[in-house]
T-cell receptor
Framework: DTEVTQTPKHLVMGMTNKKSLKCEQH?????MYWYKQKAKKPPELMFV???????INESVPSRFSPECPNSSLLNLHLHALQPEDSALYLC????????????FGQGTRLTVV | GQNIDQPTEMTATEGAIVQINCTYQ??????LFWYQQHAGEAPTFLSY????GLEEKGRFSSFLSRSKGYSYLLLKELQMKDSASYLC????????????FGAGTQVVVTP
């Protein structure tokens, strides 16, 4: 199994809603990442979890709250988002932080209305 | 931080060769990655270079010169399915696990 699975694939939420994005991998990878990608732009790193601990937070607003319940799961909790937060949210994993190949999930297309 | 530059768009015909250049400035260089991304899909890994030289993988090859802060991705025998965005990304030891992506090069393959 060399997949990173993200759910849901698409999400539309209002600015007062609370929702969560989920990411799962069963490759035994110990580093997991959240990226945000706007249309026609490259992915931008948001968070890195290394051995289930948050190791990098790229000054992301607190309306985005990551969680790593165990080594296979990564969540991104969303609350009080703004329309400009609409983007493709990508999860990725690597065997260890900084190791060679990052496996990306298919992403969650988020629209904030 | 890192400055990563690559051309915005390149067009080539089916069966041809295209070379996508990437230049970067970084401290604590920890490898250069190339990813392919089709519209609306996730990036998929193509290649990784950490030492100088050429890495060949089928129709795709990637080259790195650390002293020049320069890499290229060479796509040979282009196929229509190669139409995609190609992202150059740099890893650094300053921030383990962080990949800094370039803006991407949109390759358009024409019949």
């Amino acid at each position: 199994d060399t997949e990173v699975t993200q759910t849901p694939k698409h999400l539309v939420m209002g600015m007062t809603n609370k929702k969560s994005l989920k990411c799962e991998q069963h490759m035994g990878h110990r580093a997991m990442y959240w990226y945000k990608q706007k249309a026609k732009k490259p992915p931008e790193l948001m968070f890195v979890y290394s051995y289930e601990k948050l190791s990098i937070n790229e000054s992301v607003p607190s309306r985005f709250s990551p969680e790593c319940p165990n080594s296979s799961l990564l969540n991104l909790h969303l609350h009080a988002l703004q329309p400009e937060d609409s983007a493709l949210y990508l999860c990725a994993s690597t065997p260890s932080p900084g190791s060679t190949e990052a496996f990306f999930g298919q992403g969650t297309r988020l629209t904030v209305v | 931080g890192q400055n990563i530059d690559q051309p915005t768009e390149m067009t080539a015909t089916e069966g041809a060769i295209v070379q996508i250049n990437c230049t970067y400035q970084t401290s604590g260089f920890n490898g250069l990655f190339w990813y392919q991304q089709h519209a609306g899909e996730a990036p998929t890994f193509l290649s990784y270079n950490v030492l100088d030289g050429l890495e060949e993988k089928g129709r795709f090859s990637s080259f790195l010169s650390r002293s020049k802060g320069y890499s290229y991705l060479l796509l040979k025998e282009l196929q229509m399915k190669d139409s995609a965005s190609y992202l150059c990304a740099v890893g650094t030891t300053d921030s383990w696990g962080k990949l800094q992506f370039g803006a991407g090069t949109q390759v358009v393959v024409t019949p």
